[in-house]
Structures are given as structure tokens and as C-alpha cells.
């Protein structure tokens, strides 16, 4: 029997190493960690289904440093800084998986930043 400390590491550290396979580019092994249908619900889009999300990351290159991390049963919570490329934003992510596996990412952060930034280009 697991205890509930334990089903809350088991499922943030897994949330951990999807990000450390995003972050290292190895979008392969991310892959692993999503349900094919999974959704990305975000402040600047959203994308439905995995391929479509991973085809955008490996355009997009994004980094994470992670600071802290929130399991509860199927729900993480990380908050992190993301580095853009050039513009890094404080963020949220709220991860919400279904058998095992990341079902629906929903990020929340600042955008200004990265307008402003746009508006510059």
C-alpha cells in the first residue's frame, strides 16, 4: 500500500523528469510522460494533442528552472521560471494526469514581458 506522501513524490518526481527531458531537448523521452491526446492551455495559446505540443517545443526551446513543486494525487503544481530566449517570465503550471501520464498542462504567467519584447523585434 502506498502512502499519500509517497503517490505525491511518485507523481512529482515524474513531473520533474518530463521537464529535465524538455529542458534537455530530448523530446522523445518527454514524449513517454503525455497522453496523445493531452491538451496545453496557456496565456499566449493552446494546442490540442501531443504532437502538436512537442512540434511547437523544439521550435520553441523553452528552459525551465523549476522552484517548487505540488503534488495531489493526479494534479502537480510547479512553479518555475521559463526562459524564452531572452525574456524569462515566473510562471505556474498546473499538470493534470490521467493513468500515469500528463493529460492537461495549464500555465499562467505574465505576459507583458514577452509583448514587449515582441514589439521590439
Known amino acids: 500500500m502506498k502512502t499519500d506522501n509517497h503517490v505525491m513524490t511518485e507523481t512529482g518526481d515524474m513531473l520533474l523528469s518530463f521537464i529535465q527531458a524538455v529542458n534537455a531537448e530530448d523530446f522523445e523521452t518527454a514524449r513517454g510522460f503525455v497522453n496523445d491526446d493531452m491538451k496545453f492551455i496557456g496565456v499566449m495559446g493552446s494546442r490540442d494533442g501531443a504532437d502538436n505540443y512537442f512540434n511547437d517545443m523544439a521550435k520553441m526551446k523553452f528552459k525551465y528552472a523549476v522552484k517548487k513543486v505540488f503534488a495531489d494525487d493526479g494534479d ?46
Open 76 to 121: 502537480v503544481c510547479l512553479f518555475y521560471d521559463i526562459d524564452m530566449g531572452g525574456v524569462t517570465a515566473f510562471s505556474c503550471g498546473w499538470y493534470h494526469l490521467v493513468n500515469g501520464k500528463i493529460d492537461t498542462i495549464r500555465v499562467l504567467f505574465d505576459p507583458r514581458p514577452v509583448i514587449e519584447a515582441s514589439q521590439k523585434k
